[in-house]
């Protein structure tokens, strides 16, 4: 079954930077497009980046262009996600997920997710 499980996680001044990691296993990770999405204290999903299988094209959200930055490596069935920059409003749980979505509106079609890394950004 399919398996994914985030880490890197941790509490990080404002400006600070992390990279978070995701290893997957029981499925073929090179031949999908995966995403990432997170969700602050009381709040819904929120749509962060995703990536094509090939690393041909990743997108982003708004409100972490030009911060955050996905990447992969096929031969280690990896998602990482970059995190610069931080904010306080950056807090929240970060998930994995076997999916590929490009905006927030896509969001009732994601799949199967890890059980998160939290990120707490705060001086």
């Known amino acids: 079954q399919v398996q994914l499980v985030e880490s890197g996680g941790r509490l990080v001044y404002p400006g600070g930077s992390l990279r978070l990691s995701c290893v997957a296993s029981?499925?073929?990770?090179?031949?999908?497009?995966m995403t990432w999405v997170r969700q602050a204290p009381g709040k819904g999903l929120e749509w962060v980046s995703s990536?094509?299988?090939?690393?041909?094209?990743?997108y982003y959200a708004d409100s972490v262009q030009g911060r955050f930055t996905i990447s992969r490596d096929n031969a280690k069935n990896t998602l990482y996600l970059e995190l610069n920059s931080l904010r306080p409003e950056d807090t929240a749980m970060y998930y994995c997920?076997?999916?590929?979505?490009?905006?927030?509106?896509?969001?009732?079609?994601?799949?199967?997710r890890g059980k998160g890394t939290l990120v707490t950004v705060s001086s």
């Open positions: 990536i094509t299988a090939g690393s041909i094209g990743s």
């Open positions: 997920s076997k999916s590929y979505i490009l905006s927030q509106d896509e969001m009732s079609n994601l799949r199967e």
């Open positions: 029981g499925f073929s990770f090179g031949d999908f497009g």
